[in-house]
């Protein structure tokens, strides 16, 4: 097996896309010797080459995360269904709900070609495990690619794919799930077992990701033999974090204390503190990312904008009681210890 190493301190700082990682969070854990990724998803390409730019004016170390396209048949009538049930959630934070946008890969081809023109040292992707054409490409042009997997059967096909090493998403990782099956996914695997099955599987280097949120799991779960682990809830409430201030608060309310897997946000399965929003529309939230993603934007961005917590998708891993202010590389050392 190919050995990889992220640096000096093996943690991996999560690329969380809509807002948390910004360059300001991956050059902090840069410096503080950890391993930081801009998060791609949702951008354009060329957002995504002024942030590359940004970091580079302070540091080589660092990695971009990119979306696979996700184009799945999808029930179109249970998702103009969905609309309907939303209305009443537009009407209360006094915006339209869009026509249901179908298709969206998220800039893919152009986010590869850029990536393999002007390559960054590592790229890792999540929602899917990119053809193996694109890895060996970008591999050829001198990155490091890492796959997102939530079980052995995709670390299967992360190592078929030629990927250099796989990040082991767990049940209680915040935000999305890389699954590729969504309709059976729960959301309770444990990063302990899942790396174990991993390793029994694919000779490939394993990143550990979901829950760790103290120096104890990480030493448990790099005992394991992971590499490295990949840690986004705790960096939330981080001061270089683009984390918006509703989330931050909400993180330290006691009104939201516990956390669930939803699909009523954005049509594929994500940690999130459990709010009204989840309690109202998880049970019926079909499937079908991202036209339920685009479809409940615009009540998202107004809650927002309202400061109302209970209308945003406030993406959170079930360690998320553990996170603390302060700097990126206070919020290290009190994993690393
Ligand atoms: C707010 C938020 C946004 C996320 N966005 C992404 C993303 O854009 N790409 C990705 O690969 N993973 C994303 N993740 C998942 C992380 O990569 C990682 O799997 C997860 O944070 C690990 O679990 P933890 O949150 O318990 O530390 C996100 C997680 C959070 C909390």
Known sequence: ????????????????????????????????GALGFLAAGYKSVEIMAGEIAAVRDSTDHFGVNVF???DSPVDRAAIERYRDRLRPEAERYGVELPEIRWADDDHWSEKISMLIADPVPWVSFTFGVPDSATIRDLKRAGSQVLVTVTDPDEAELAFDSGADGVIAQSGSAGGHSSTTNPALYRGDTTTL???????????????????????????????TRAFAVQVGTHFLKAVEAGTRPTQREAMGDPRF??????????????????????????????LGYPAIHHLTAPIRAAAGAQGDPHGINLWAGAGFGYARDGTTAEILASLIG
């Open 1 to 32: 097996m190919n050995e990889l190493s992220v640096g000096d301190v093996p943690v991996i700082v999560a690329p969380m896309a809509g807002g948390p990682s910004t360059p300001a969070l991956v050059v902090a854990a840069a410096a503080a």
């Open 68 to 70: 696979v396209p996700d």
């Open 193 to 223: 077992d899942l790396v174990a099955e991993i390793r029994f599987r694919v000779p490939l280097p394993v990143v550990a990701a979901g829950g760790i949120a103290s120096r104890q799991d990480l030493e448990a779960v790099l005992d």
């Open 257 to 286: 204390a516990e956390t669930v897997v939803t699909r009523a946000f954005t049509g594929r399965p994500a940690r999130a503190l459990r709010n009204r929003f989840t309690d109202t529309f998880s049970d019926s939230a079909p």
